[in-house]
């Protein structure tokens, strides 16, 4: 398997603009989770999904971030409207229940700056 | 609540040198895991181990060790011999048991070592 899958790698967009960052998860895994990394409050959980469905989206910063999971292959992450503050790394990662391991597995992230 | 604590900023080493990098865990669950992640600077999280909550057993993993001492709510994690290739950013998480539901992790701040040839 290739791993989790995110593009793009880096984005750079206006204040104002819609942002759509993606996600393809490992086949297989039933979990996924968006994470958001920034200097000031490091790594935290934005949503995460079972089953397709959102378990917990207690991360999300406000109403302009939404995230949707149509299906276990893909997973959206959408800034409406995007502002400086928003400018971090974000990370999607995918894990499984069913096998021994069941550490979340990290896609590489997506670099994205506000201006 | 879950929280974990890292409480090393920052470590600086030289090469050969042996190094710990400490972890301090909160949580109310009775079954829970505890991971250790690597971020290179290159960006990405590298897993490195798993420990379940119930399995306080040591591990070692070539250079690499952890202590997993449930009485003080610790996982320490030991470089053996450091190399340059070290240097990076460890995270300590914390997720919940499968019995929990919690199953996303909680990060520590991060400890960066810096290993000088």
């Known amino acids: 398997d290739a791993g989790v899958i995110q593009s793009p790698r880096h984005e750079v967009t206006e204040m104002g603009q819609e942002v759509t960052l993606r996600c393809k998860p490992i086949?297989?895994?039933?979990?996924l989770f968006w994470y958001r990394q920034t200097m000031m409050r490091g790594l935290e959980l934005l949503i995460y999904f079972n089953n397709n469905v959102p378990i917990d989206d207690s991360g999300m910063p406000e109403d302009r971030f939404s995230a949707k999971m149509p299906n276990a292959s893909f997973s959206t992450l959408k800034i409406q409207p995007s502002e400086p503050r928003d400018s971090a790394v974000y990370f999607c990662?995918?894990?499984?229940?069913?096998?021994?391991?069941?550490?979340?597995?990290f896609g590489q992230g997506t670099r994205l700056t506000v201006v | 609540a879950q929280k974990v604590t890292q409480a090393q900023t920052e470590i600086s080493v030289v090469e050969k040198e042996d190094v710990t990098l400490d972890c301090v865990y909160e949580?109310?669950?009775?079954?829970?895991?505890l991971f250790w992640y690597k971020q290179p600077p290159s960006g990405e999280l590298v897993f490195l181990i798993r420990?379940?909550?119930?399995?306080?057993q040591n591990e070692i993993s070539g250079r690499y060790s952890w202590n997993f001492q449930k009485s003080t709510s610790s996982f320490n994690f030991t470089i053996t011999a450091s190399q340059v290739v070290d240097s990076a950013v460890y995270f300590c998480?914390?997720?919940?048991?499968?019995?929990?539901?919690?199953?996303?992790?909680?990060f520590g701040s991060g400890t960066r070592l810096q290993v000088q040839p």
């Open positions: 086949s297989g895994h039933d979990y």
């Open positions: 420990r379940n909550s119930f399995d306080e």
């Open positions: 998480a914390l997720s919940g048991g499968l019995d929990t539901g919690r199953r996303a992790l909680t």
């Open positions: 990662a995918s894990s499984s229940d069913e096998t021994v391991n069941t550490e979340a597995f």
């Open positions: 949580t109310r669950d009775t079954t829970y895991y």
